[in-house]
C-alpha cells in the first residue's frame, strides 16, 4: 500500500512528518474482456511465489546475473533493479557478467490455456542507459514468442520501445517486430499501460489503451503454428545491455547510471469470452 | 525554537487508475509569524513622508511531499497555513 509522506521544515531544521496512505483500486473489468482471470498487484511485501518463479540463472545475450535479491515488493510496486557488481559473476565458461539483473517467469504457474487473451502491465522504466526491459511470454507447448513490450533506454531520459512476435522463440524463422517511436508527450519516467491482445487471428500491441499496431494470421500465417490453445509463460526481466541494446548502439558501460530499477504496479491476464 | 506540526490527509482512501487524488497538508509553527515593517520619514520642517511597509516571515516553513511509490505530487494552492498537492492515479 503505498504512502505520502509530507515533512515541514522550518528555517533552523526543526521538522515534523505526518503520513497519509492510500491504495490504488481496480477490478481490472475491461469492455469486451470482462474481469482478469489471473492479475498480480503487488501488494504484498514480497514476490507472491505462488504466481512467480524468481531466477537466480544468466543468459547468453546480456551481461547480468539474475539475483533474486533484486527483486522486492514494497508499496504497491514490484521493482526490478539492476545492479553494478562488485566482484563480477564468470559463467564457467569464462564469460564475465558485469551486472546483477532481475528476473520473473511464471513457468508451471500461468493462467489457464488462454485461447483468446491479453496481457498487460502497468509499469514505469528505470533510466540506465543500456537497460533492457522486457514484459514477453512464450508459448506453452508451441514454439512461439510474443514480446509485449522490450524498452531499451538511451540513459538521456528516452529510448526505444519495440513490439515484436516470433515464429520461434529460439530464432532463425520468421519474426515481425514494430519500433514505436512516441510522441514528445510521452513520460518515459511515468507508468504506462502496456498490453498485447491475441484473439486467434489477429495480435495488436497497445500503450495506454491505444493500438500502436496489429497484425493478422492473413498475412503472418506461421501465427496460426506458433501460438495454440496450451497457454502463455510470462516473462518479465530487466536485462544488462546485451544484443538489442547493443543494435542500437547503447550498450551499458561504465556511463550508465547504476543502480537503476524497473517499477511494475502490476500484470493482468484477460481472456475473450466464447 | 517550537517544531512545526503538520497533518497529510487524502479526499480518499482508495483509488482507481485515472482518478485525481487531493493530497490537503495543514501545517504551522508558533514561530512563523508574518511581520510587517512600516517606515516613514519626517523632516525638520515636520513633513512626513507616505508610509513604506515590507513584509516578511519570521521562521518560514518548507514543506516537502515525498510519494513511496516514486510518484509526484503537483502543489494546487499553499495558502500558508494550508496547502493542497495533487496527482493522477
Known amino acids: 500500500m503505498p504512502d505520502v509522506t509530507v515533512t515541514v521544515t522550518d528555517s533552523s531544521g526543526n521538522a515534523?512528518?505526518?503520513?497519509?496512505?492510500?491504495?490504488?483500486?481496480?477490478?481490472g473489468t475491461l469492455p469486451g474482456w470482462g474481469a482478469p482471470v489471473w492479475r498480480d498487484e503487488f501488494d504484498g511485501t514480497a514476490v507472491d511465489r505462488s504466481r512467480w518463479n524468481v531466477r537466480s540463472d544468466y543468459q547468453s545475450n546480456h551481461g547480468g546475473k539474475n539475483d533474486p535479491a533484486n527483486v522486492?515488493?514494497?508499496?504497491?510496486?514490484?521493482?526490478l533493479a539492476c545492479k553494478r557488481l562488485a566482484t563480477p559473476f564468470v559463467t564457467p565458461t569464462g564469460v564475465v557478467k558485469p551486472y546483477g539483473t532481475a528476473y520473473l517467469d511464471t513457468n508451471g504457474k500461468s493462467p489457464a490455456p488462454l485461447a483468446r487473451a491479453r496481457w498487460a502491465i502497468r509499469m514505469r522504466f528505470g533510466r540506465a542507459k543500456g537497460s533492457w526491459l522486457a514484459f514477453w511470454l512464450r508459448d506453452a507447448s508451441l514454439p512461439g514468442e510474443l514480446d509485449v513490450v522490450e524498452a531499451v533506454l538511451d540513459g538521456l531520459g528516452g529510448g526505444r520501445l519495440v513490439f515484436t512476435v516470433h515464429q520461434d522463440t529460439n530464432g532463425g524463422k520468421a519474426k515481425r517486430g514494430f519500433e514505436w517511436r512516441p510522441p514528445a508527450s510521452f513520460d518515459w519516467q511515468s507508468f504506462h499501460e502496456y498490453a498485447a491482445e491475441?484473439?486467434?487471428?489477429?495480435?495488436?500491441?497497445?500503450?495506454?489503451?491505444?493500438?500502436?499496431?496489429?497484425?493478422?494470421?492473413?498475412?503472418?500465417?506461421?501465427?496460426?503454428?506458433?501460438?495454440?490453445?496450451?497457454?502463455?509463460?510470462?516473462?518479465?526481466?530487466?536485462?544488462?545491455?546485451?544484443?538489442?541494446?547493443?543494435?542500437?548502439?547503447?550498450?551499458?558501460?561504465?556511463?550508465?547510471?547504476?543502480p537503476d530499477a524497473l517499477a511494475v504496479e502490476w500484470v493482468r491476464v484477460h481472456a475473450r469470452p466464447a | 525554537m517550537a517544531a512545526p506540526t503538520v497533518t497529510a490527509t487524502l479526499d480518499r482512501a482508495t483509488y482507481k487508475p485515472g482518478d485525481t487524488a487531493l493530497l490537503t497538508v495543514r501545517y504551522g509553527d508558533p514561530d512563523t509569524k508574518p511581520l510587517t515593517i512600516t517606515v516613514t520619514v519626517t523632516d525638520l520642517e515636520g513633513n512626513t513622508s507616505a508610509p513604506a511597509t515590507v513584509t516578511a516571515v519570521i521562521d518560514p516553513l518548507t514543506v516537502a511531499v515525498v510519494d513511496s511509490a516514486g510518484k509526484a505530487w503537483t502543489r494546487v494552492s499553499d495558502s500558508g497555513s494550508v496547502a493542497v498537492y495533487s496527482r493522477v492515479m
Do not use: C, E, K
Request: glycine share 10%; net charge negative.
Open chain 1, 198 to 258: 491475441w484473439d486467434g487471428v489477429r495480435m495488436s500491441w497497445l500503450v495506454d489503451g491505444v493500438v500502436i499496431t496489429s497484425i493478422t494470421t492473413a498475412a503472418y500465417p506461421w501465427l496460426s503454428s506458433s501460438f495454440g490453445t496450451a497457454g502463455m509463460n510470462m516473462r518479465l526481466n530487466y536485462q544488462a545491455g546485451g544484443s538489442m541494446p547493443d543494435y542500437y548502439h547503447l550498450p551499458m558501460d561504465t556511463s550508465s547510471a547504476l
Open chain 1, 16 to 27: 515534523a512528518s505526518s503520513v497519509a496512505s492510500y491504495a490504488i483500486t481496480s477490478d
Open chain 1, 72 to 79: 522486492t515488493v514494497a508499496g504497491g510496486v514490484l521493482s
